[in-house]
């Protein structure tokens, strides 16, 4: 199932509405940490990875 992360939902003081979507958690994990780089975060820490993970939801299939 495909993944989604509301950027809003990391980083909810950034104001940024970004979602990044991905097929698989890998992928979404990764747009997410390239993302991250718009906001001038250069390496991904520990804690803010289990941030985006945790915000990670499924994509709501089934759009017509
Ligand atoms: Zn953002």
Redesign the pocket.
């Known amino acids: 199932m495909a993944k989604m992360i509301d ?1 809003s939902k990391v ?1 909810p003081s ?1 104001g ?1 509405k ?1 979602v990044v979507r991905g097929e698989t958690e890998e992928e979404v994990l990764r747009k997410a940490a390239d ?1 991250a780089k ?2 001038g975060i250069r390496e991904v820490t520990p804690e803010l990875m289990q941030k985006v993970r945790s915000a990670i939801r499924d994509e709501p299939a089934g759009q017509p």
């Open positions: 950027c980083d950034s940024c970004y993302h718009e906001h």
